[in-house]
């Protein structure tokens, strides 16, 4: 599968509820990850979730926030047609306009070193995944 670019003024935003069903997606969001924004809303925001990317991210993740506190890392995501694209998150916990409590996510894109760090690290983190379990 193929690479896709960010623009590096692209800003990826999407709001989900407290068990990461998405409640919202911006017009960016939908474009890279190949989606209509009817396709997402309602769906899980591991959708996108990239098999390349170790349990042990997205667990630090949810504890993370799930505390109360915002979450930063760089994160692989997969498009709807397989191909993939590099984003740098930041989460937050926050309450809706409705009152309803929920997380944003906030993407931008990442640097070539950001990116070639980040595979490394992940592969490693995902043969000890396998390793361990």
Known sequence: MAEIHLDTKAFLVSE??????IRFANDEFCHYAGYTVEELIGKPHNIVRHPDMPKAAFADLWQTIKSGKRWRGFVKNRAKNGDYYW?????????????????ISCRRTVSDMEKEKYEKLYKEMRAKECHNG
Request: aromatic residues 18%; charged residues 15%.
């Open 16 to 21: 989900t509820d407290t068990k990461g069903i």
């Open 87 to 103: 984003v740098f998150a930041t989460v937050y916990p926050f309450t809706s306009c409705d009152g309803e409590p929920g997380f």
